[in-house]
């Protein structure tokens, strides 16, 4: 949201970005665009979604605004309403198959909301934008909608290459349920190197648990949550990474994360999962070695591989170099300034 916000306002449109306080949130920087934070009595559950779709409904009726874009599926019934009692414009941005998460599709109460407010809402939101195309050709099926694909990827700027002494693996994101990471943790007991995890989650202490179950404290290296600088040089100072994720619903089926990218600007091959957008991708440039599954025979295999193969190492790194060029902000920044000028001048 940052670059897409960033974007918008250097091309001129007046942007603010809505969002709401969290225990943890950190003081807000200065932008090129207006950000707002809506206070809520409740932090989680059922009564923070219904205070914040409240607060939110108020809060947009009573701003001036000439287009609305709701922000996944937690956000679209208010702006949506707002859109309607006012006659503005309205887009829908899809950052993920919100009915296919896996904390939605194990609760089938909540499944079954949330599955009304998809078929309902997305059909009224004729435009729109999502990740990858796999979503877009999914809600065209689905609802009729024709959305564009502006991909989550970073901006591509000038890299120094980091000399590898050690061979270290890398993993960024979420530590949460359903990112293979504790098959990962069994994977390293037959791993030739080290693991560094790089971010924080609610299953943290499922993982680190892990670590002392299969005894690799010696291997695994958690370095929690790091600012965004410290982070590129993290991930530029491994050797090769990893991007694993259970197929537990359609959207981690159909996901096209953004450290897939992350770790191709860094010129960093990885062991991805050989799902639909990282299997296209990796046909039109082999940037990856992917895995059908998450057992730690094929992860620590694959690894392996990465680390002792080094002509395979090599072409790898070569393609990321390549396809830097085609996968960053600049270009798909593009096609979101020409989203937003078609939208307008309708």
Same mark, same amino acid.
């Given at each position: ?66 287009? &609305? /874009? ?11 309403? @707002?859109? #309607?009692? %006012?006659?503005?414009?309205? +887009? ?104 560094? &995890? /790089? ?11 892990? @670590?002392? #179950?299969? %005894?690799?404290?010696?291997? +695994? ?126």
């Amino acid at each position: 949201m940052q670059r897409i916000c960033g974007s918008l306002a250097a091309a001129g449109y007046h942007v603010e970005l809505v969002g709401y306080t969290r225990k943890n949130s950190v003081a807000l920087k200065a932008k090129p665009f207006s950000q707002k934070r809506i206070n809520c009595l409740f932090k989680v559950g059922k009564l923070f979604y219904a205070e914040y779709n409240m607060r939110l409904f108020f809060y947009l009726f009573f701003k001036k605004n000439d287009c &609305i /874009c709701a922000i996944d599926l937690d956000t679209i019934l208010p702006c949506y309403l @707002v859109s #309607k009692l %006012k006659n503005v414009k309205r +887009v829908y941005d899809a950052h993920e198959y919100f009915t296919q998460l896996e904390e939605v599709i194990s609760r089938p109460i909540i499944y079954k909301y949330w599955h009304w407010v998809e078929r309902t809402m997305i059909p009224r939101f004729k435009k729109g934008y999502t990740v990858c195309k796999s979503i877009a050709d999914l809600f065209t099926q689905k609802y009729g909608a024709t959305y564009e694909v502006i991909r989550n990827v970073p901006l591509l700027a000038p890299m120094e290459e980091i000399e590898k002494k050690e061979k270290i693996l890398i993993y960024q994101g979420a530590i949460n349920k359903g990112r293979g990471l504790e098959k990962l943790i069994a994977a390293m007991q037959n791993i030739q190197g080290i693991l560094w &995890i /790089c971010g924080e989650g609610n299953f943290m202490n499922e993982i680190k648990s892990a @670590v002392i #179950k299969y %005894k690799v404290t010696e291997k +695994v290296v958690f370095w929690s949550m790091l600012n965004p600088e410290e982070l590129k040089i993290k991930t530029r100072s491994a050797y090769i990474a990893i991007n694993p994720f259970e197929r537990q619903g359609l959207n981690q089926y159909l996901s096209l994360s953004n450290k897939f990218f992350d770790y191709i600007h860094a010129v960093l091959p990885q062991v991805a999962m050989n799902y639909p957008e990282y299997s296209n991708i990796n046909k039109e440039t082999e940037v990856a070695v992917l895995i059908d599954d998450l057992e730690p025979e094929t992860i620590a295999a694959s690894v392996n591989k990465l680390f002792s193969d080094k002509e395979l190492y090599t072409r790898l790194k070569n393609n990321c170099k390549q396809t830097r060029d085609k996968f960053n902000w600049q270009q798909e920044e593009k096609k979101l300034l020409a989203f937003y000028q078609q939208l307008f001048n309708e």
